[in-house]
């Protein structure tokens, strides 16, 4: 069966601070990835998706970066973290070359700016 | 703009009190409506996927209807292990920037009260 694996679970950074988050999948190959931020009241945003190893895109512009250097592996980074960085931040697998397919999240990382 | 409305915000049910939760939608050529269940500090869990009107998903004390404008998720003689919060989303076409991405409602707290 198919697992995803989302570290650290929680993040405490100062602002200005570099950020690197990861998400693995197990289980399946050429996933289609997702990071999201919950923020309170405001619901799931999406903030990169990507189909495939060195694909990404960006729904929002941010200070916020992605990368996918393996199939398998999404990673959610920042140089510079600002306030407005803190968050829930949730990474997503679907089914790769689909639509129709549902996506299935980590248990997420809660990140705090301070 | 795709817009996704839960309805409502939070619901408290007494155990065994049968109650339905509402997610109206807006979009142009839906490609399937899922709903997921989130526990506090956690990732959203996959429930059902809905793709056309008229389709019905059940799962345990779970029900989940589509009509072209809305769905709903019927809970019929819930218990306290319900409780959580349960996110509607519906996924439209895909475009250059998104992909498959799923645009979320806010959610729907449910506390179910022994």
């Known amino acids: 069966s198919q697992t995803i694996h989302q570290w650290p679970a929680t993040l405490v950074q100062p602002v200005g601070s570099p950020l690197s988050l990861e998400c693995t999948v197990e289980g399946t190959s050429n996933p289609n990835l997702y990071w999201y931020r919950q923020a309170a009241g405001r619901g799931l945003q999406l903030l990169f998706y990507s189909v495939g190893i060195g694909q990404i895109s960006s729904e929002v512009p941010q200070n916020l970066s992605a990368s996918r250097p393996q199939d398998r592996q999404f990673i959610l980074s920042s140089k510079k973290l600002l306030l407005s960085d803190s968050g829930f931040y949730l990474c997503?697998?679907?089914?790769?070359?689909?639509?129709?397919?549902?996506?299935?999240f980590g248990d997420g990382t809660r990140l705090s700016i301070l | 703009e795709d817009q996704v409305t839960q309805s409502p915000e939070a619901l408290r049910l007494q155990e065994g009190e049968s109650s339905s939760l509402n997610c109206s939608y807006t979009v142009s050529g839906l490609r399937g409506l899922f709903w997921y269940r989130q526990d506090p500090g956690k990732g959203p869990e996959f429930l059902f996927t809905?793709?056309?009107a008229g389709e019905e998903k059940e799962k345990e004390r779970l029900k989940a209807t589509l009509t072209k404008k809305e769905s709903f998720l019927h809970i019929t003689a819930p218990k306290p292990e319900d409780s959580a919060t349960y996110l509607c989303?519906?996924?439209?076409?895909?475009?250059?920037?998104?992909?498959?991405?799923?645009?979320f409602g806010k959610g729907t707290s449910l506390l179910v009260t022994p």
């Open positions: 997503a697998w679907s089914v790769g070359g689909q639509g129709f397919q549902p996506q299935h």
């Open positions: 989303a519906v996924q439209a076409p895909p475009n250059s920037n998104s992909g498959y991405a799923l645009n």
């Open positions: 809905l793709y056309s």
